[in-house]
């Protein structure tokens, strides 16, 4: 049997439902949730509003420590040109490299071939090329099937990804175990969304996702993974989306605070 979702824009995503509270057919399909309506935009402003340092910050008491130039603390860095702007990160990739994420359980290593889904493996290059693996959450870990990741947790820098779509690639390689593929919402719509197989999830191929990559290390920690949380509002507890993408980590943080996170990636030097 099988059940329509339907999402704020109208556009139908149809989930095979079973009967195991943790099935795999339960579980559904890696979907991401089309962008969000006016109202989750709104919100997501608000989320991001803040009033600047001026002149009313207070000021140091007399007689306190002056900090040297070698103790103080370097600025954040800015987002990359590339980070605000998906238009700019359009680098071919390698044909294969790896990236190491660190996470909240421990390091992932990712082999990544461009073989297997050219326009993905190009998206994904160019992502952490432009730093948006930091403080990435795993929103959506459902054990025996997947874990999914890759909505930024600055509500502005995913607004700027959300329509950034990629044309599918054909699948060449099946769902199997520790494969890494990106979620997707319908025909030609993968943005930023990513997740990891923990079983071999064959049904996927046929519906068209496309793994990109796999995991060559740390397939225990992505075993790890938190999964208290399951699948994502409406229909489970976990979070919802559209939340996720109009409020960002606050959101998760305050909401979910077991989550576990992607902390940075690099891609590491060929041999």
Not at 230 to 257: C, I, M, T
Request: proline content about 6%.
């Amino acid at each position: 049997m099988k059940r329509a979702l339907f999402m704020a824009t109208g556009l139908v995503l149809t989930l095979a439902v079973g009967c195991g509270k943790d099935s795999k057919a339960d579980a559904g399909t890696p979907s991401e949730t089309p962008a969000a309506d006016a109202a989750a935009d709104k919100a997501g402003d608000k989320a991001t509003d803040g009033k600047e340092a001026g002149s009313g910050a207070a000021k140091p008491a007399a007689g306190a420590a002056k900090v040297s130039a070698a103790d103080a603390k370097p600025a954040a860095a800015a987002p990359s040109d590339a980070l605000k702007d998906p238009s700019k990160a359009t680098e071919t990739a390698p044909a294969d490299f790896k990236v190491k994420f660190v996470t909240t359980k421990g390091d992932v290593i990712l082999g990544v071939h461009r073989d297997w889904a050219p326009k993905g493996v190009d998206r994904f290059y160019n992502m952490v090329k432009a730093g948006f693996y930091t403080d990435i959450a795993f929103f959506r870990v459902i054990g025996g099937f997947m874990a999914q990741f890759g909505i930024h947790g600055d509500p502005a820098i995913a607004r700027a990804w959300r329509e950034a779509r990629i044309d599918d690639d054909p699948v060449k390689q099946s769902n199997k175990r520790g494969r890494v593929t990106f979620a997707t919402a319908g025909p030609n719509t993968r943005t930023t969304q990513v997740f990891i197989n923990f079983g071999d999830n064959v049904r996927l191929d046929g519906m068209g996702f496309a793994p990109f990559a796999e995991v060559v290390e740390g397939m225990d920690v992505v075993d790890a993974l938190y999964s208290g949380y399951g699948e994502g509002a409406p229909r489970g507890k976990g979070p919802h989306q559209g939340r996720v993408q109009s409020e960002g980590n606050a959101y998760l943080k305050k909401d979910f605070p077991k989550m576990d996170y992607i902390k940075s990636a690099e891609l590491l030097p060929t041999k």
